[in-house]
């Protein structure tokens, strides 16, 4: 139940409007790492992406986004049991640095947009640094929200009936 409510809250956050890259998806495969089923973990963040990607359109950066939102999930999945507020916040931190770090290079080797030199590369992550700001608020606000939301509910539906239809 919870995997497929984080799928769609995922897939519906890259249609509705918001701040551009202020959306909870890369908090939602960190998420996936920390509570999902392990076996679903890594598949659902994919999906998240594969799906809307399909309606959104694809773009010769697929493997890099791709490719850094199952490292996000692979951050989560190793901290898993062991969190706190600062290895989770630490966690979702990490989560926007790597994605900023792998997508830009890919947006640097891919286009013809910056000069493929030191400088290129350089000059690629500094115009980037403006949509980093929202990236890293969005990540973190929606970590707190998603991780704070889940905790609360698993401690009140814990010893009930409902414990494994939520928590699984």
């Given at each position: 139940m919870l995997a497929i409510t984080i799928l769609l809250v995922g897939i519906?956050?890259?249609?509705?409007?918001?701040?551009p890259n202020f959306t909870p998806v890369l908090a939602l495969a960190f998420f996936s790492g920390l509570y999902v089923n392990k076996k679903w973990s890594l598949l659902l963040p994919l999906a998240l992406f594969i799906l809307s990607d399909?309606?959104?359109?694809?773009?010769?950066?697929?493997?890099?986004t791709w490719g850094s939102v199952l490292i996000i999930a692979c951050?989560?999945?190793?901290?898993?049991g062991r969190q706190n507020m600062t290895l989770t916040m630490g966690g979702s931190l990490l989560s926007a640095v790597i994605f900023f770090v792998v997508?830009?290079?890919g947006v640097w080797l891919m286009f013809n947009t910056y000069a493929p030199t030191w400088a290129g590369l350089v000059q690629c992550y500094m115009m980037a640094i403006p949509f980093f700001r929202s990236t890293l608020a969005g990540t973190l606000v929606y970590t707190v929200v998603l991780v704070g939301?889940?905790?609360i509910i698993a401690r009140r539906v814990k010893t009930t009936r409902f414990a494994t239809v939520l928590l699984s």
């Open positions: 519906l956050s890259r249609f509705i409007f918001h701040v399909l309606f959104l359109g694809l773009h010769s950066t697929i493997l890099f951050i989560g999945l190793r901290m898993r997508t830009n290079f939301l889940y905790e």
